[in-house]
């Protein structure tokens, strides 16, 4: 699904997940998998509500997306350990111990 990302896209997004818990959840259930201080690339990040979840245990965090303005949110995230890339994440390959 390609979503159009946008103020109201990101706010109803993120009022979501607040209500649900959902990234929160499956980041969870990801690092029971995989443990704490690991790489992932994450093509298609969207906006960076699993990004902002994985970032809590990950050594770094690649988040791949072509929309520009998601791109832009996760990069005013200011998380250290996440690297942002505009970029189709199927010409776009990264090095990481783990996909999502």
Avoid at 13 to 35: F, H, N, P, V
């Amino acid at each position: 699904m390609l979503i159009r990302w946008n103020d109201q896209t990101i706010k109803w997004m993120a009022d979501a997940e607040e209500y649900s818990g959902y990234y929160a959840k499956l980041a969870e259930l990801i690092r029971e998998q995989t443990g704490d201080s690991v790489t992932f690339c994450e093509p298609g990040s969207g906006a960076g509500f699993l990004t902002r979840e994985l970032a809590s245990f990950a050594k770094l965090v690649t988040a791949v997306e072509i929309d520009e303005r998601a791109v832009s949110e996760i990069n005013s995230l200011g998380l250290t350990n996440v690297t942002a890339v505009c970029a189709d994440a199927a010409e776009h390959c990264v090095e990481a111990d783990c996909a999502v």
